[in-house]
């Protein structure tokens, strides 16, 4: 069964580090979207993708935080530099085509990134 | 404020037991409307969803959730629970004034005990 794949799937960094996660989805998924989940609360979109182009970054804090997906395949999120509040489960899902066509988002296991 | 909510962020069943996690919303119109189950260690999986039409859906794994416009509820069910259950669950919702973008809720942790 076909799965999105990520990496590294626990990162501990200092503060002030730059870190990088990376994400494979579903192959033939046009759409990508990253969420981060804090400890205790829901996941909360940060940016999506429909093939290699941005169109909702609305929630990305664009200061220290980065997203691309260069050949509408795989992706990478950047933070730099990482702040202890980045603490946080980072979540990548995947979808033929944009939400809610149809109706399921195909996540990954995630990155649990920890800032000390 | 604009939300979805999950009141219960734990709950505790015994295995054979019928479960009920509840879910509220507070948009405008009715949104589609999801359950999503976290395994340990696991990514998000869906379990069902409501767009329109019939409003008891069912879903994988023997959960049903029924769709109430006049409470803005969407709670999902199981008659009987298996320790196999054990997870956090999810409910999210697509409101059609926000571009159809999924927003989750804290979700609520599922305990069973044997």
């Known amino acids: 069964e076909a799965e999105v794949a990520q990496s590294p799937r626990y990162k501990i960094t200092e503060k002030s580090q730059a870190v990088a996660f990376w994400c494979d989805p579903i192959s033939g998924h046009a759409t990508l979207y990253w969420y981060r989940q804090i400890l205790g609360q829901g996941p909360e979109l940060l940016v999506q993708f429909q093939d290699e182009s941005v169109v909702d970054d609305s929630q990305l804090p664009k200061d220290r935080f980065s997203a691309e997906r260069l050949k509408g395949v795989d992706s990478t999120l950047k933070i730099q530099p990482a702040e202890l509040g980045d603490s946080a489960m980072y979540l990548c899902?995947?979808?033929?085509?944009?939400?809610?066509?149809?109706?399921?988002?195909?996540f990954g296991e995630g990155s649990r990134l920890t800032v000390l | 404020a604009q939300s979805v909510t999950q009141p219960d962020i734990h709950i505790t069943v015994s295995e054979g037991a019928s479960l009920e996690l509840r879910c509220n919303y507070s948009?405008?119109?009715?949104?589609?409307l999801f359950w999503y189950v976290q395994s340990p260690g696991q990514g998000l999986q869906l379990l069902l969803k409501?767009?329109?039409?019939?409003?008891l859906v069912q879903g994988i794994k023997g959960f049903e959730a029924e769709f109430k416009r006049s409470q803005s509820s969407f709670n999902l069910r199981k008659p009987s629970v298996h320790w196999s259950d054990a997870a956090e669950y999810f409910c999210?919702?697509?409101?059609?004034?926000?571009?159809?973008?999924?927003?989750f809720g804290a979700g609520t942790i599922l305990r069973v005990k044997s």
């Open positions: 899902a995947s979808s033929p085509a944009p939400f809610p066509n149809t109706g399921e988002l195909f």
């Open positions: 948009y405008g119109a009715t949104p589609y």
């Open positions: 999210a919702v697509a409101p059609r004034e926000y571009g159809n973008k999924l927003v």
């Open positions: 409501y767009f329109s039409g019939d409003t």
